[in-house]
Protein backbone atom coordinates (compact mmCIF):
# COMPACT_ATOMS: atom_id res chain seq x y z
CA UNK A 1 0.00 0.00 0.00
CA UNK A 2 3.02 2.35 0.45
CA UNK A 3 3.61 2.20 -3.08
CA UNK A 4 0.56 2.82 -4.12
CA UNK A 5 0.37 5.54 -1.90
CA UNK A 6 3.48 7.21 -2.95
CA UNK A 7 2.82 6.57 -7.04
CA UNK A 8 -1.00 8.55 -6.21
CA UNK A 9 1.25 11.02 -4.71
CA UNK A 10 4.18 11.16 -8.02
CA UNK A 11 0.71 11.87 -9.81
CA UNK A 12 -0.46 14.55 -7.88
CA UNK A 13 2.84 15.90 -7.71
CA UNK A 14 3.33 15.94 -11.15
CA UNK A 15 0.70 18.07 -11.63
CA UNK A 16 2.25 21.13 -10.26
CA UNK A 17 5.53 20.49 -12.41
CA UNK A 18 2.62 20.69 -15.64
CA UNK A 19 1.30 23.82 -13.91
CA UNK A 20 4.70 25.55 -14.19
CA UNK A 21 5.75 24.15 -17.60
CA UNK A 22 3.02 25.06 -19.57
CA UNK A 23 3.55 28.46 -19.69
CA UNK A 24 7.37 27.46 -20.28
CA UNK A 25 6.36 25.30 -22.98
CA UNK A 26 3.70 27.68 -24.77
CA UNK A 27 6.39 29.94 -25.02
CA UNK A 28 8.70 28.14 -26.64
CA UNK A 29 5.92 26.42 -29.32
CA UNK A 30 4.70 29.99 -30.24
CA UNK A 31 7.25 32.84 -29.67
CA UNK A 32 10.63 30.65 -29.45
CA UNK A 33 11.23 32.48 -26.67
CA UNK A 34 13.49 29.79 -24.27
CA UNK A 35 12.21 32.11 -20.81
CA UNK A 36 14.90 31.04 -18.47
CA UNK A 37 13.42 33.46 -15.84
CA UNK A 38 9.89 31.56 -16.29
CA UNK A 39 10.87 29.61 -12.82
CA UNK A 40 11.65 33.06 -10.83
CA UNK A 41 8.79 34.64 -12.42
CA UNK A 42 6.66 32.35 -10.46
CA UNK A 43 8.62 32.73 -7.14
CA UNK A 44 7.73 36.27 -7.76
CA UNK A 45 3.95 35.49 -7.63
CA UNK A 46 4.51 33.33 -4.53
CA UNK A 47 6.18 36.75 -3.10
CA UNK A 48 3.49 38.81 -3.98
CA UNK A 49 0.62 36.60 -2.68
CA UNK A 50 2.51 36.20 0.39
CA UNK A 51 2.93 39.99 0.74
CA UNK A 52 -1.16 40.51 0.15
CA UNK A 53 -2.33 37.47 2.21
CA UNK A 54 0.09 38.61 5.43
CA UNK A 55 -0.71 42.58 4.87
CA UNK A 56 -4.74 41.32 4.41
CA UNK A 57 -4.55 38.35 7.15
CA UNK A 58 -6.25 35.69 4.87
CA UNK A 59 -4.98 32.78 3.38
CA UNK A 60 -3.17 33.00 -0.08
CA UNK A 61 -5.97 31.67 -2.16
CA UNK A 62 -7.61 35.31 -1.69
CA UNK A 63 -5.23 36.99 -3.26
CA UNK A 64 -5.42 34.87 -6.80
CA UNK A 65 -8.05 37.79 -8.09
CA UNK A 66 -4.96 40.38 -7.65
CA UNK A 67 -2.23 38.10 -8.08
CA UNK A 68 -3.06 36.78 -11.47
CA UNK A 69 -4.15 39.51 -13.51
CA UNK A 70 -1.11 41.49 -12.41
CA UNK A 71 1.21 38.25 -13.44
CA UNK A 72 -0.54 38.51 -16.53
CA UNK A 73 -0.35 42.38 -17.36
CA UNK A 74 3.53 41.77 -16.01
CA UNK A 75 3.97 39.23 -18.89
CA UNK A 76 2.46 41.47 -21.54
CA UNK A 77 4.85 44.60 -20.20
CA UNK A 78 7.85 42.00 -20.38
CA UNK A 79 7.01 40.82 -23.60
CA UNK A 80 6.65 44.40 -25.29
CA UNK A 81 9.13 46.27 -23.78
CA UNK A 82 11.87 43.49 -23.32
CA UNK A 83 11.39 39.98 -25.23
CA UNK A 84 10.01 41.22 -28.38
CA UNK A 85 13.38 43.55 -28.53
CA UNK A 86 15.68 40.50 -27.75
CA UNK A 87 13.47 38.37 -30.72
CA UNK A 88 14.58 40.93 -33.43
CA UNK A 89 18.28 40.26 -32.43
CA UNK A 90 17.56 36.58 -32.87
CA UNK A 91 15.92 33.53 -30.14
CA UNK A 92 19.51 33.29 -28.50
CA UNK A 93 19.66 36.71 -28.14
CA UNK A 94 15.98 35.93 -25.76
CA UNK A 95 18.21 33.75 -23.85
CA UNK A 96 20.84 35.87 -22.59
CA UNK A 97 18.41 38.65 -21.72
CA UNK A 98 15.95 36.09 -19.75
CA UNK A 99 19.08 34.68 -18.11
CA UNK A 100 19.77 38.47 -17.26
CA UNK A 101 15.79 38.69 -16.09
CA UNK A 102 16.61 35.30 -13.91
CA UNK A 103 19.51 37.45 -12.03
CA UNK A 104 18.28 40.43 -11.14
CA UNK A 105 14.64 38.91 -10.15
CA UNK A 106 16.93 36.59 -7.77
CA UNK A 107 19.03 39.32 -6.15
CA UNK A 108 15.98 41.83 -5.98
CA UNK A 109 14.40 39.28 -4.05
CA UNK A 110 16.98 38.66 -1.81
CA UNK A 111 17.53 42.42 -1.23
CA UNK A 112 13.59 42.71 -0.38
CA UNK A 113 12.50 40.20 1.27
CA UNK A 114 16.07 38.48 2.57
CA UNK A 115 17.16 35.04 1.56
CA UNK A 116 15.02 33.41 4.55
CA UNK A 117 12.57 30.51 3.52
CA UNK A 118 9.03 31.63 3.77
CA UNK A 119 5.73 29.67 3.71
CA UNK A 120 2.53 30.64 2.42
CA UNK A 121 -0.59 30.74 4.68
CA UNK A 122 -2.76 28.24 2.92
CA UNK A 123 -5.63 27.81 5.50
CA UNK A 124 -7.44 25.34 6.51
CA UNK A 125 -7.13 23.52 3.69
CA UNK A 126 -2.99 23.24 3.63
CA UNK A 127 -3.35 20.40 6.65
CA UNK A 128 -6.08 18.80 5.49
CA UNK A 129 -5.72 14.84 3.73
CA UNK A 130 -8.02 12.89 1.75
CA UNK A 131 -8.06 9.33 2.98
CA UNK A 132 -9.27 6.71 1.24
CA UNK A 133 -9.71 3.30 2.82
CA UNK A 134 -7.45 2.68 5.43
CA UNK A 135 -3.94 3.30 3.75
CA UNK A 136 -4.22 5.87 1.25
CA UNK A 137 -3.89 9.40 2.23
CA UNK A 138 -3.65 12.59 -0.68
CA UNK A 139 -2.97 15.50 1.08
CA UNK A 140 -5.68 17.92 -0.04
CA UNK A 141 -3.04 20.82 -1.28
CA UNK A 142 -1.86 18.61 -3.51
CA UNK A 143 -5.25 16.98 -4.91
CA UNK A 144 -6.31 20.98 -5.41
CA UNK A 145 -2.53 21.46 -7.24
CA UNK A 146 -3.50 18.95 -9.70
CA UNK A 147 -7.16 19.48 -10.37
CA UNK A 148 -6.06 22.72 -10.82
CA UNK A 149 -2.74 21.76 -13.49
CA UNK A 150 -6.02 19.82 -15.48
CA UNK A 151 -8.17 22.98 -15.13
CA UNK A 152 -5.73 25.18 -16.53
CA UNK A 153 -4.49 22.59 -19.13
CA UNK A 154 -8.45 21.65 -20.69
CA UNK A 155 -9.16 25.61 -20.66
CA UNK A 156 -5.74 26.34 -22.56
CA UNK A 157 -6.23 23.08 -25.03
CA UNK A 158 -9.59 24.47 -25.30
CA UNK A 159 -9.05 28.15 -25.93
CA UNK A 160 -6.11 26.74 -28.56
CA UNK A 161 -8.43 24.73 -30.53
CA UNK A 162 -11.92 26.85 -30.39
CA UNK A 163 -11.17 30.56 -30.74
CA UNK A 164 -10.50 32.44 -33.17
CA UNK A 165 -7.16 33.90 -30.94
CA UNK A 166 -6.28 29.34 -30.51
CA UNK A 167 -6.23 29.73 -34.29
CA UNK A 168 -3.89 32.63 -34.33
CA UNK A 169 -1.58 31.28 -32.06
CA UNK A 170 -1.52 27.53 -33.62
CA UNK A 171 -0.61 29.30 -37.31
CA UNK A 172 2.11 31.87 -35.52
CA UNK A 173 3.48 28.62 -34.28
CA UNK A 174 3.29 26.84 -37.63
CA UNK A 175 4.94 29.01 -39.70
CA UNK A 176 5.54 32.44 -38.02
CA UNK A 177 6.41 34.47 -41.59
CA UNK A 178 3.19 33.29 -43.60
CA UNK A 179 0.88 34.01 -40.51
CA UNK A 180 1.78 37.54 -41.06
CA UNK A 181 1.88 37.54 -44.77
CA UNK A 182 -2.02 36.20 -44.20
CA UNK A 183 -3.14 39.17 -41.81
CA UNK A 184 -2.09 37.65 -38.17
CA UNK A 185 -0.92 40.67 -35.84
CA UNK A 186 1.52 38.56 -34.68
CA UNK A 187 2.09 41.28 -31.47
CA UNK A 188 -1.21 40.92 -29.66
CA UNK A 189 -0.94 37.39 -30.28
CA UNK A 190 2.77 37.13 -28.83
CA UNK A 191 1.58 39.86 -25.63
CA UNK A 192 -1.31 37.54 -24.76
CA UNK A 193 0.76 34.38 -25.01
CA UNK A 194 3.39 35.87 -22.63
CA UNK A 195 0.92 37.24 -19.72
CA UNK A 196 -0.70 33.54 -20.43
CA UNK A 197 2.36 31.68 -19.36
CA UNK A 198 3.49 34.43 -16.61
CA UNK A 199 0.16 34.10 -14.84
CA UNK A 200 0.23 30.47 -14.76
CA UNK A 201 3.71 30.59 -13.43
CA UNK A 202 2.57 32.64 -10.44
CA UNK A 203 -0.08 30.09 -9.91
CA UNK A 204 2.30 27.37 -9.82
CA UNK A 205 4.19 29.60 -7.70
CA UNK A 206 1.75 30.00 -4.99
CA UNK A 207 1.25 26.07 -4.93
CA UNK A 208 4.72 25.46 -4.71
CA UNK A 209 5.02 28.21 -1.92
CA UNK A 210 2.11 26.97 -0.06
CA UNK A 211 3.36 23.03 -0.28
CA UNK A 212 6.89 23.57 1.07
CA UNK A 213 9.80 26.23 1.90
CA UNK A 214 10.77 28.88 -0.65
CA UNK A 215 12.63 31.65 -0.99
CA UNK A 216 14.62 33.89 -3.75
CA UNK A 217 16.18 30.99 -5.30
CA UNK A 218 13.83 28.54 -5.56
CA UNK A 219 13.00 29.29 -9.05
CA UNK A 220 16.10 28.00 -9.98
CA UNK A 221 15.31 24.43 -9.43
CA UNK A 222 11.69 25.22 -10.51
CA UNK A 223 12.88 26.07 -14.09
CA UNK A 224 15.03 22.81 -14.34
CA UNK A 225 11.84 20.69 -13.03
CA UNK A 226 9.76 22.31 -15.35
CA UNK A 227 12.12 21.99 -19.05
CA UNK A 228 12.56 17.83 -17.69
CA UNK A 229 8.49 17.74 -18.13
CA UNK A 230 8.45 20.01 -21.12
CA UNK A 231 11.27 17.87 -22.68
CA UNK A 232 10.23 14.72 -21.49
CA UNK A 233 6.36 15.51 -22.81
CA UNK A 234 7.29 16.11 -25.90
CA UNK A 235 7.75 20.49 -27.05
CA UNK A 236 4.30 21.57 -27.76
CA UNK A 237 2.19 19.17 -26.52
CA UNK A 238 0.12 20.34 -23.26
CA UNK A 239 -1.58 16.89 -22.33
CA UNK A 240 2.70 15.99 -22.90
CA UNK A 241 3.66 18.08 -20.76
CA UNK A 242 1.13 16.81 -18.06
CA UNK A 243 2.30 13.62 -18.37
CA UNK A 244 5.77 14.42 -18.76
CA UNK A 245 5.00 16.31 -15.43
CA UNK A 246 3.33 13.16 -13.38
CA UNK A 247 6.53 10.89 -14.90
CA UNK A 248 8.88 13.41 -13.12
CA UNK A 249 6.55 13.06 -9.73
CA UNK A 250 6.61 9.71 -9.75
CA UNK A 251 9.99 8.89 -10.17
CA UNK A 252 10.67 11.58 -7.23
CA UNK A 253 8.12 10.21 -4.80
CA UNK A 254 8.52 6.38 -5.63
CA UNK A 255 12.36 6.90 -5.46
CA UNK A 256 12.30 9.25 -2.69
CA UNK A 257 10.54 6.18 -0.67
CA UNK A 258 13.78 3.95 -1.27
CA UNK A 259 16.40 6.56 -0.31
CA UNK A 260 15.54 10.16 -0.31
CA UNK A 261 18.64 11.28 -1.04
CA UNK A 262 18.61 9.26 -4.92
CA UNK A 263 15.14 11.46 -5.39
CA UNK A 264 16.14 13.97 -7.64
CA UNK A 265 19.45 12.58 -9.67
CA UNK A 266 16.52 9.87 -9.86
CA UNK A 267 14.52 12.85 -11.74
CA UNK A 268 17.44 14.32 -14.11
CA UNK A 269 18.67 10.60 -14.62
CA UNK A 270 15.11 9.57 -16.35
CA UNK A 271 15.57 13.02 -18.29
CA UNK A 272 18.41 11.96 -19.58
CA UNK A 273 16.99 8.82 -20.39
CA UNK A 274 14.19 10.10 -22.30
CA UNK A 275 16.64 12.47 -24.01
CA UNK A 276 19.05 9.36 -25.29
CA UNK A 277 16.48 7.29 -26.14
CA UNK A 278 13.54 9.14 -27.81
CA UNK A 279 14.64 13.06 -28.27
CA UNK A 280 11.70 14.44 -29.93
CA UNK A 281 10.03 13.38 -25.74
CA UNK A 282 7.73 10.49 -25.20
CA UNK A 283 4.38 12.11 -26.45
CA UNK A 284 5.48 14.07 -29.60
CA UNK A 285 5.25 11.79 -32.38
CA UNK A 286 2.12 11.88 -34.72
CA UNK A 287 2.28 15.89 -34.95
CA UNK A 288 5.82 16.51 -35.40
CA UNK A 289 5.76 13.67 -38.51
CA UNK A 290 2.91 15.28 -40.34
CA UNK A 291 4.24 18.74 -39.79
CA UNK A 292 7.39 17.32 -41.37
CA UNK A 293 5.79 16.06 -44.30
CA UNK A 294 3.85 19.08 -45.20
CA UNK A 295 6.90 21.70 -45.06
CA UNK A 296 9.45 18.81 -46.18
CA UNK B 1 -9.24 54.89 -65.58
CA UNK B 2 -6.29 55.06 -62.62
CA UNK B 3 -4.29 52.34 -61.57
CA UNK B 4 -4.79 50.08 -58.40
CA UNK B 5 -0.91 49.48 -57.94
CA UNK B 6 1.49 51.46 -59.17
CA UNK B 7 5.22 50.80 -58.73
CA UNK B 8 8.09 53.08 -59.49
CA UNK B 9 11.66 53.06 -59.01
CA UNK B 10 11.75 49.95 -56.56
CA UNK B 11 15.23 48.35 -55.64
CA UNK B 12 15.09 45.53 -53.32
CA UNK B 13 18.02 43.95 -51.64
CA UNK B 14 18.74 40.58 -49.64
CA UNK B 15 21.18 41.89 -47.75
CA UNK B 16 24.52 42.84 -50.24
CA UNK B 17 22.58 41.00 -53.20
CA UNK B 18 20.12 43.13 -55.33
CA UNK B 19 17.08 41.54 -56.32
CA UNK B 20 15.43 44.38 -58.12
CA UNK B 21 16.78 47.44 -60.44
CA UNK B 22 14.11 50.43 -60.60
CA UNK B 23 11.23 48.50 -61.40
CA UNK B 24 8.45 50.54 -62.60
CA UNK B 25 4.46 48.46 -63.14
CA UNK B 26 1.08 49.35 -63.09
CA UNK B 27 -1.92 47.55 -62.38
CA UNK B 28 -5.46 49.14 -63.55
CA UNK B 29 -8.26 47.94 -61.79
CA UNK B 30 -9.79 44.63 -63.06
CA UNK B 31 -6.84 43.51 -65.04
CA UNK B 32 -5.26 40.68 -64.59
CA UNK B 33 -1.24 40.98 -65.19
CA UNK B 34 1.35 37.82 -65.81
CA UNK B 35 4.31 38.25 -64.28
CA UNK B 36 6.91 35.87 -66.17
CA UNK B 37 10.59 35.42 -66.00
CA UNK B 38 13.29 32.62 -65.46
CA UNK B 39 14.37 31.19 -62.03
CA UNK B 40 15.94 33.88 -59.76
CA UNK B 41 14.70 36.95 -62.13
CA UNK B 42 12.78 38.82 -59.03
CA UNK B 43 9.32 37.51 -59.77
CA UNK B 44 8.46 36.52 -56.35
CA UNK B 45 10.59 39.05 -54.31
CA UNK B 46 8.35 41.65 -56.76
CA UNK B 47 5.14 39.99 -55.12
CA UNK B 48 6.11 39.51 -51.45
CA UNK B 49 7.44 43.32 -51.97
CA UNK B 50 4.05 44.29 -53.26
CA UNK B 51 2.45 42.54 -50.05
CA UNK B 52 4.69 43.84 -47.41
CA UNK B 53 6.72 41.05 -46.66
CA UNK B 54 9.68 42.98 -47.82
CA UNK B 55 11.07 46.58 -47.55
CA UNK B 56 12.21 48.05 -50.64
CA UNK B 57 15.72 50.41 -50.37
CA UNK B 58 14.11 52.75 -52.60
CA UNK B 59 11.28 53.15 -54.85
CA UNK B 60 7.32 53.47 -53.82
CA UNK B 61 4.54 50.86 -53.87
CA UNK B 62 0.94 53.03 -54.23
CA UNK B 63 -1.72 50.92 -53.78
CA UNK B 64 -5.62 52.62 -54.86
CA UNK B 65 -3.94 56.23 -54.81
CA UNK B 66 -2.05 56.10 -51.34
CA UNK B 67 1.88 55.57 -50.88
CA UNK B 68 1.72 52.24 -48.81
CA UNK B 69 5.65 51.32 -49.38
CA UNK B 70 5.99 51.34 -45.48
CA UNK B 71 2.96 50.10 -44.58
CA UNK B 72 2.96 46.53 -42.57
CA UNK B 73 1.35 43.45 -43.99
CA UNK B 74 -1.81 43.44 -42.28
CA UNK B 75 -2.86 46.99 -43.00
CA UNK B 76 -2.49 46.53 -46.37
CA UNK B 77 -4.73 42.98 -46.33
CA UNK B 78 -7.19 45.11 -44.59
CA UNK B 79 -7.24 47.59 -47.68
CA UNK B 80 -7.58 44.50 -50.34
CA UNK B 81 -4.58 43.21 -51.15
CA UNK B 82 -4.03 39.20 -50.74
CA UNK B 83 -0.84 36.70 -51.17
CA UNK B 84 -1.15 33.33 -52.56
CA UNK B 85 2.65 32.16 -51.61
CA UNK B 86 4.75 30.22 -53.53
CA UNK B 87 4.57 26.74 -52.65
CA UNK B 88 1.36 26.71 -50.65
CA UNK B 89 2.35 27.38 -47.16
CA UNK B 90 -0.65 26.03 -45.59
CA UNK B 91 -0.76 25.47 -42.05
CA UNK B 92 0.12 22.05 -41.39
CA UNK B 93 -1.54 21.68 -37.82
CA UNK B 94 -4.83 23.74 -39.10
CA UNK B 95 -8.05 21.98 -40.86
CA UNK B 96 -8.65 23.40 -44.32
CA UNK B 97 -11.69 25.50 -42.87
CA UNK B 98 -8.92 26.66 -40.15
CA UNK B 99 -6.76 28.09 -42.74
CA UNK B 100 -9.31 29.85 -44.26
CA UNK B 101 -10.29 31.37 -41.15
CA UNK B 102 -6.59 32.68 -40.20
CA UNK B 103 -6.64 34.56 -43.87
CA UNK B 104 -9.73 36.14 -42.80
CA UNK B 105 -8.66 37.40 -39.91
CA UNK B 106 -7.96 41.06 -41.41
CA UNK B 107 -10.37 40.86 -44.08
CA UNK B 108 -11.28 44.39 -45.97
CA UNK B 109 -14.46 43.64 -45.98
CA UNK B 110 -17.15 40.77 -45.43
CA UNK B 111 -17.49 39.88 -49.42
CA UNK B 112 -16.51 36.53 -48.94
CA UNK B 113 -17.93 34.51 -45.51
CA UNK B 114 -17.00 31.15 -45.46
CA UNK B 115 -20.19 29.54 -47.79
CA UNK B 116 -19.33 31.90 -50.69
CA UNK B 117 -15.69 30.05 -50.46
CA UNK B 118 -17.18 26.89 -50.41
CA UNK B 119 -19.25 27.67 -53.37
CA UNK B 120 -16.39 28.80 -55.01
CA UNK B 121 -14.62 26.20 -54.11
CA UNK B 122 -16.11 22.97 -54.45
CA UNK B 123 -12.61 21.75 -54.89
CA UNK B 124 -12.30 21.52 -51.15
CA UNK B 125 -15.84 22.02 -49.46
CA UNK B 126 -16.20 18.21 -48.78
CA UNK B 127 -12.15 18.78 -47.38
CA UNK B 128 -13.32 21.34 -45.09
CA UNK B 129 -12.39 19.16 -41.48
CA UNK B 130 -9.80 17.33 -43.23
CA UNK B 131 -5.90 19.00 -42.52
CA UNK B 132 -4.05 20.32 -44.88
CA UNK B 133 -1.14 17.44 -44.85
CA UNK B 134 -4.22 14.95 -45.89
CA UNK B 135 -4.95 16.49 -49.16
CA UNK B 136 -4.06 16.59 -52.56
CA UNK B 137 -1.15 19.12 -54.30
CA UNK B 138 -4.25 20.64 -56.32
CA UNK B 139 -6.44 20.94 -53.12
CA UNK B 140 -3.89 22.32 -51.00
CA UNK B 141 -3.38 24.75 -53.92
CA UNK B 142 -7.34 25.40 -54.00
CA UNK B 143 -6.85 26.34 -50.62
CA UNK B 144 -4.24 28.29 -50.63
CA UNK B 145 -6.02 30.52 -53.08
CA UNK B 146 -8.96 30.39 -50.95
CA UNK B 147 -7.43 31.46 -47.65
CA UNK B 148 -6.24 34.78 -49.85
CA UNK B 149 -9.87 34.94 -50.85
CA UNK B 150 -11.25 35.26 -47.42
CA UNK B 151 -9.52 38.43 -46.93
CA UNK B 152 -11.93 39.69 -49.94
CA UNK B 153 -8.88 41.17 -51.78
CA UNK B 154 -9.09 44.07 -54.34
CA UNK B 155 -5.60 42.87 -55.22
CA UNK B 156 -4.88 39.30 -55.50
CA UNK B 157 -1.30 38.27 -55.96
CA UNK B 158 -0.58 34.57 -56.86
CA UNK B 159 2.89 33.26 -56.62
CA UNK B 160 3.45 29.81 -59.11
CA UNK B 161 0.41 28.47 -58.54
CA UNK B 162 0.95 25.48 -60.96
CA UNK B 163 4.37 24.66 -59.60
CA UNK B 164 4.23 20.53 -59.20
CA UNK B 165 0.40 20.03 -60.44
CA UNK B 166 -0.81 17.90 -63.14
CA UNK B 167 -2.03 19.81 -66.13
CA UNK B 168 -5.61 18.95 -65.48
CA UNK B 169 -5.62 20.19 -62.11
CA UNK B 170 -3.86 23.69 -63.22
CA UNK B 171 -6.64 24.03 -65.60
CA UNK B 172 -9.49 23.82 -62.94
CA UNK B 173 -7.22 26.09 -60.83
CA UNK B 174 -7.16 28.53 -63.81
CA UNK B 175 -10.96 28.01 -64.45
CA UNK B 176 -11.64 29.27 -60.75
CA UNK B 177 -9.64 32.17 -61.10
CA UNK B 178 -11.13 33.33 -64.20
CA UNK B 179 -14.25 33.31 -61.94
CA UNK B 180 -12.66 35.54 -59.67
CA UNK B 181 -11.66 37.50 -62.27
CA UNK B 182 -15.43 38.25 -63.00
CA UNK B 183 -16.66 38.91 -59.99
CA UNK B 184 -13.91 42.42 -60.24
CA UNK B 185 -11.03 41.14 -58.39
CA UNK B 186 -7.74 42.43 -60.12
CA UNK B 187 -4.53 39.73 -60.27
CA UNK B 188 -1.55 39.59 -60.56
CA UNK B 189 -0.03 36.10 -61.69
CA UNK B 190 3.54 34.71 -61.87
CA UNK B 191 3.59 31.59 -63.94
CA UNK B 192 6.36 29.54 -65.14
CA UNK B 193 3.96 28.51 -68.12
CA UNK B 194 4.26 30.96 -70.54
CA UNK B 195 1.02 29.78 -73.20
CA UNK B 196 -1.15 29.27 -69.75
CA UNK B 197 -0.11 32.91 -68.56
CA UNK B 198 -0.83 34.79 -71.67
CA UNK B 199 -4.25 32.90 -72.17
CA UNK B 200 -5.43 33.61 -68.56
CA UNK B 201 -3.84 37.78 -68.20
CA UNK B 202 -4.55 40.18 -70.77
CA UNK B 203 -1.15 41.85 -70.19
CA UNK B 204 2.31 40.21 -69.59
CA UNK B 205 5.72 41.55 -67.50
CA UNK B 206 8.91 40.01 -68.03
CA UNK B 207 11.38 40.20 -65.77
CA UNK B 208 15.04 39.59 -66.78
CA UNK B 209 17.77 39.39 -63.72
CA UNK B 210 15.95 42.08 -61.76
CA UNK B 211 14.98 44.34 -64.04
CA UNK B 212 11.72 45.05 -66.14
CA UNK B 213 12.83 43.33 -69.70
CA UNK B 214 8.93 43.78 -71.53
CA UNK B 215 5.71 44.92 -71.07
CA UNK B 216 3.25 44.44 -73.44
CA UNK B 217 -0.39 43.51 -74.33
CA UNK B 218 -1.25 39.45 -73.84
CA UNK B 219 -1.63 39.44 -77.66
CA UNK B 220 2.23 39.76 -77.77
CA UNK B 221 4.13 37.24 -80.23
CA UNK B 222 4.91 34.72 -77.72
CA UNK B 223 8.25 34.76 -79.57
CA UNK B 224 9.20 38.09 -78.40
CA UNK B 225 8.43 37.24 -74.68
CA UNK B 226 10.59 34.43 -75.01
CA UNK B 227 13.83 36.68 -76.49
CA UNK B 228 13.18 39.35 -73.16
CA UNK B 229 12.89 36.14 -71.19
CA UNK B 230 16.08 34.56 -72.31
CA UNK B 231 17.95 38.61 -72.53
CA UNK B 232 18.05 38.28 -76.62
CA UNK B 233 17.21 40.96 -78.61
CA UNK B 234 14.56 39.19 -81.57
CA UNK B 235 16.44 37.58 -84.16
CA UNK B 236 19.52 36.62 -82.15
CA UNK B 237 18.39 33.72 -81.58
CA UNK B 238 19.95 30.45 -83.22
Request: hydrophobic share 50%.
Amino acid sequence: MTWVNAVLQGLLQGGIYALIACGLSLAFGVMRVVNLAHGDLAVCGAYLAMVISSGLGVPVWYTLPLVLPAAFVFGMVLQVTLLRRALRTGEIATVLVTFGLSIMIENLLQEGATANDRVLNAGAIGVAALHVGGQITLPWLFTAAFLTACAVLSGLQLLLSRTSWGRKVRAIADDIDTARLVGVRVGPVFASVAGIAVATAALAGIFIGAIGNFNPLTGESTLIFAFEAVVIGGLGSLWGTLAGGMALGVTQVVVGELNQAYAVLAVHLLFLLVLAVRPAGLFAGGQQARTAQVTG
Amino acid sequence: MTALLEISGLDVYYGDFQALFGVELSVRRGQALALVGANGAGKTTLLRTVAGAIGPARGTVRYDGDDITATVPYRRIRRGIALVPEGRRLFPSLTVEENILVGAAAAASDAWPLDRIYQAFPLIARRRKHRGSQLSGGEQQAVAIARAMAAAPSLLLLDEISLGLAPVVVGELYQMLAALRESGATLVIVEQDLRRALAACDEVVCLLEGRVALTAPSSVDREDVIAAYFGNTRGDRA
